[in-house]
């Protein structure tokens, strides 16, 4: 008995991709533990255009890797994965900052392009505190550059930057949540419950930050956003990799030239009697 068909598609590869895709959003991953399932979403193509079409109306990514396939926020219609309207209902006035984090754990983790092997194992709080202010400085100290760059690829960092500096490093009492320790671990608690990264705490304020696997395969999703390489390249410091964006800009508009005035006529004024000199105690004392 031929198999029913949905337009040209086997309605089994239909129900394939619907039962994948309520894996991703119930799991958020699909794993080597359900085998069958894997490798329909990694190689069967009726299965793909399905999801395909559930990732557009959904506005999610799809993440396929070699033994794993992750769901993610699309990052080509959002800030790193994230809709800044979704960030600010979770962090308000700490909005900029937390979005300043998420792209310098980014930088750092995979600042050599390589997704699968991060490089370093784990990031401190305080170590990442540090990089984060020397870069943030940095970007503000080039503004000329930060706002080409924003212009060009239709993003912001020298706000996000700008409102980093302004923050206290390390605060007691009721002015602690406005501090830089505390935004970088609302940002890891953050993206602790998305799966991204594991925490791990060590003495005081400090803790260790380690890369999931989901991590690495949402990095290697937003490599191929340029708003995301621009901003890294911007923090990096690389001229070189700057230049395809800061060449993008449009040129600033040069003043139109004032037309030429007359020269205006002075009247001659009588002859007074010289003054006398005087003494001037920052300058010539004959003058």
Not at 8 to 27: E, N, W, Y
Not at 122 to 134: A, G, I, P, S
Not at 165 to 190: C, D, H, M, N, W
Not at 191 to 216: C, F, M, S
Request: glycine share 6%; charged share 35%; aromatic share 8%.
């Amino acid at each position: 008995m031929p198999e029913h068909t949905t337009d040209t598609l086997p309605i089994g590869a239909v129900r394939t991709a619907l039962r994948a895709f309520r894996r991703l959003l119930t799991q958020g991953q699909i794993t080597e533990r359900d085998p069958e399932l894997l490798n329909a979403v990694l190689a069967d193509a009726r299965v793909g255009e399905v999801l395909a079409v559930l990732e557009e109306e959904f506005e999610v990514r799809i993440l396929r890797g070699r033994s794993r396939v992750d769901l993610s926020p699309d990052p080509d219609n959002r800030e790193l994965g994230y809709r800044l309207t979704d960030l600010r209902d979770r962090f308000g006035d700490r909005t900029g900052s937390a979005y300043l984090v998420m792209l310098g754990l980014l930088a750092l983790f995979f600042r050599s392009g390589n997704f699968r092997v991060p490089d370093y194992d784990y990031v401190e709080v305080f170590d990442l505190e540090e990089y984060l202010t020397r870069k943030a400085r940095a970007v503000v100290e080039r503004q000329g550059e930060a706002r080409a760059v924003e212009e060009a690829v239709g993003t912001r960092v020298f706000e996000p930057c700008r409102e980093w500096l302004s923050r206290e490093k390390y605060k007691q009492g009721p002015g602690y949540r406005s501090t830089r320790y505390s935004v970088i671990k609302a940002v890891v608690g953050f993206l602790a419950e998305q799966g991204l990264v594991h925490r791990e705490a060590t003495v005081g304020e400090n803790e260790r930050i380690y890369p999931t696997d989901k991590l690495k395969a949402q990095a290697e999703a937003l490599a191929l956003d340029e708003r995301y390489a621009a901003m890294a390249a911007l923090l990096s410091g690389d001229g070189e990799a700057l230049e395809p964006w800061a060449s993008r800009a449009e040129p600033a508009e040069e003043p139109e030239p004032e037309p030429p005035r007359r020269p205006r006529r002075r009247r001659r004024k009588a002859a007074a009697d010289p003054k006398p000199k005087v003494l001037d105690l920052f300058g010539d004392p004959t003058r």
